[in-house]
């Protein structure tokens, strides 16, 4: 009786041979699973991106239709300080303290209207909007916050809009990456990178691809030296070639040639890259 006990119990036993081969197909799947899952997580982070862009285009419709006009993207502001689309998109939405944009604002970066007085304090609260954006909605940031205390030429306490793609860079925090912003100028007509713009002239191109290139010019915050990679979107021709409608054959164009322009730096936290989500069928092209 005790052998046949003993004689059973060893042909239940899992040999290393099986063992090893099991653990070889656990492996194996999920090798092929996590791959799956990553690209799972990172479509529905592009899914929420382009989400939140077309909240900030309705917002930014409800101020054209109440202004008639969409927000200025000028890379300087009335008094030849540097304040660029990124930021005057933030302050069309919220305001430049985020409880509503000043009916007598003129977009200069201070704050200030023609005469000089502060717009944005607490005792001009009757004179405000209603936020075009739900501030829950905006994910937004100090430049202070993204890029550390040194933002040069920019004010650090600056607002900007900022994608949902958060992560930790050099300052410590964990916080998106500016959403860029280009106003449409329907007087001209070129999409042309050999006609070379400057901060206050398209000279010609409905875009400006200057509007944005002070702050890219800031780098990658999660990079330690903010450097700028030569994919950035700062490059004339990279700005023109990816932003252009090839459906369009007779003539340059650009998406929205009526309208505005929105670009995140996607995933990779870097603008001009495969990866950035816009508001127009991007098409990422070398």
Known sequence: MRSIVKQSNRKAAFTIIELLTVMSIIVILI???VPSMN???RFAKKLTQKDQLRNIGIGIEFFNNEWDGYPPSGALDGNNQHYCGAMKLCEAMLGQDLVGFHLDSVFNRD???????????????????ELYLQLELANVYRLQDIYGPSTDPFLPTTFVLCDIYTREVRTGNKVGMPILYYKADTSN??????????????KGNIY???????????????????QVSTHSLSNLTRFYRN?????????????????????????????????????????YRE
């Open 243 to 283: 932003t252009r409608n090839y459906k369009i054959t007779t003539t340059s164009r650009p998406f929205r040639a009526d309208s505005f322009i929105l670009i995140s730096a996607g995933f990779d936290g870097e603008y001009g890259t495969a990866d950035d989500i816009c508001n127009f069928d991007w098409k």
């Open 189 to 202: 007509k070129l999409h042309d990178p050999n006609t070379e713009p400057t901060a206050v002239d398209n």
């Open 31 to 33: 090798g092929l699973l």
């Open 111 to 129: 704050g200030t209207d023609t005469a000089g007085r502060q717009l944005y304090n607490a005792t001009t609260l009757g004179a405000r909007k």
């Open 39 to 41: 690209m799972a997580k």
């Open 208 to 226: 400006n691809y200057l509007d944005n290139q002070v702050l890219l010019g800031l780098g990658k915050p999660s990079d330690e030296m903010g």
